[in-house]
């Protein structure tokens, strides 16, 4: 298996504009995982889902984030409209028992 | 509150010594302990985990050590390598009914020099 995809890995955006992310997880595991990381807070959990239902996403920092899991093998996480401190690492994680991350998308918004 | 907080927050060592990482955790309830290593632009990945029952438990030159009484855990790397160069997160389970959290430590920086 290839382990958790990310699409893109780098991102740079001017402020206002929309910002997809995508994430392909591991075949076979039923929940997905979407996370912040920064230098000052570090890892932080948006959301994640469980067969493809969203179970928690009281992290997501507010409405201009949205998460969608359509099938077991996508996610999407967009940000609409970007700012400036949305700029950070994000990373989607997949589990089937163990969480098994990707290796980020770097979010620079300008 | 539930937090972990790890110590030092970076860490500068020679090639070849030892050093320990530690992690002081105030969650409950507890459901399970476990170190990774994230190298530099990469995802974080799983070296040990640590139920409320174990103590220690190794993974090649990493031991991680368990005290629940003292909410304190430690890893233990021997013999660095250079590609020992990463920053080493704590992350502690919380499981309350159905509500499942894991909390996060900002993680140590090392940097293994020759």
């Known amino acids: 298996d290839a382990g958790v995809i990310q699409s893109p890995r780098h991102e740079v955006t001017e402020m206002g504009q929309e910002v997809t992310l995508r994430c392909k997880p591991i075949?076979?595991?039923?929940?997905l995982f979407w996370y912040r990381q920064t230098m000052m807070r570090g890892l932080e959990l948006l959301i994640y889902f469980n067969n493809n239902v969203p179970i928690d996403d009281s992290g997501m920092p507010e409405d201009r984030f949205s998460a969608k899991m359509p099938n077991a093998s996508f996610s999407t996480l967009k940000i609409q409209p970007s700012e400036p401190r949305d700029s950070a690492v994000y990373f989607c994680?997949?589990?089937?028992?163990?969480?098994?991350f990707g290796p980020g998308t770097r979010l620079t918004v300008t | 509150k539930n937090q972990v907080e790890q110590s030092p927050q970076s860490l500068i060592i020679l090639e070849g010594k030892n050093c320990t990482l530690q992690c002081n955790y105030t969650v409950s309830p507890f459901s399970n302990l476990r170190w990774y290593k994230q190298d530099t632009g990469r995802g974080p990945v799983s070296l040990t985990i640590m139920t409320f029952s174990e103590n220690t438990k190794s993974n090649g030159r990493y031991t991680a050590t368990l005290d629940a009484d003292t909410k304190q855990s430690s890893l233990h790397i021997t013999a660095s390598q250079l590609s020992d160069s990463a920053s080493y997160i704590c992350?502690?389970?919380?499981?309350?009914?159905?509500?499942?959290?894991?909390?996060w430590g900002l993680g140590t920086s090392l940097a293994v020099n020759p």
């Open positions: 994680a997949s589990a089937g028992g163990e969480q098994y």
């Open positions: 992350v502690v389970t919380s499981n309350a009914g159905n509500n499942r959290k894991l909390i």
């Open positions: 075949s076979g595991h039923d929940y």
